[in-house]
């Protein structure tokens, strides 16, 4: 049996036990879409996404791709995220060269967003944008690309309740986003690996930063992270 399967069902067995006897109630996370293709992106290849993670996550990165980890910039979190999807997962890159629009464009063939549509050399917001990536990927007000098979939104008091929940549903490669309490998405992780019934995530940052570059970010230590939300984005069934 998988491991990451036996441990889940270790936990659920746990989780129902706890719950049946303590009648404690927990909050469903809003489930935001889920994909009318269920087999959309299929082929993401989950050990690749992780592959890359340990290659790229704590060393200076793919050098086809710029840094954008200066306060200036934001931060390279989501430029690594979506290398993880692309590079690691082998996702195809979205929509035409030379636009940027959130919900259609997410590719990289250049360090800056295009000036015009004949701009071949470059690189949409959806790309290193942490708000950008989920309006492509997921949805924002309840409009967006679904490029992904399900997205959830957790409260930070209901992810901590459901931690478990979101344990069991998320693989490696998923993604983890945190909001803030205006609505705005700050910050993007990438699932790395589970270990005794804790998520671990991997990221890039700020270079200056105290939380910079890694691979092992206890997720149940960072749900408070934006302040207000965490949304999940499982990127296949």
């Known amino acids: 049996m998988n491991l990451k399967k036996a441990l889940k069902k270790t936990l ?10 303590t009648g404690q109630a927990f909050a469903a996370p809003e489930i935001m879409f889920t994909n009318k293709d269920s087999k959309i992106n299929s082929d993401f290849d989950r ?6 993670v340990e290659k790229y996550a704590e060393r200076p990165g793919n050098k086809k791709y710029a840094n954008y980890g200066s306060n200036s910039d934001g931060g390279d979190c ?7 999807l692309h590079e690691g997962g082998g996702l195809d890159l979205h929509g035409k060269v030379g636009y940027n629009r959130n919900t259609k464009d997410w590719y990289y063939y250049g360090p800056n967003v295009p000036k015009n549509t004949n701009d071949k050399k470059s690189r949409t917001s959806s790309w290193t ?16 690309g679904e490029f992904a098979y399900q997205a959830k939104k957790y409260s ?6 459901n931690f478990r929940d979101i344990y069991n549903d998320l693989y490696e490669g998923d993604i983890v986003q945190y909001v803030n309490s205006a609505g705005r998405t700050v910050h993007s992780q990438v699932v790395h690996h589970f270990k005794d019934g804790e998520v671990y995530m991997a990221q890039h940052s700020l270079n200056d930063s105290d939380y910079t570059w890694g691979t092992d970010l206890p997720l149940s230590e960072w ?15």
């Open 156 to 161: 930070v008091k209901d992810a901590q309740k």
């Open 78 to 84: 989501t430029n690594f995220v979506s290398q993880v």
């Open 47 to 52: 050990r690749g996404a992780k592959k890359y």
């Open 223 to 237: 749900l408070d992270y934006g302040g207000a939300y965490v949304v999940t984005i499982k990127i296949k069934k």
């Open 129 to 144: 944008g942490a708000h950008q990536f989920r309006e492509h990927w997921a949805v924002v007000n309840g409009s967006g």
């Open 12 to 21: 659920i067995f746990t989780f129902l036990g706890t719950t049946l006897l």
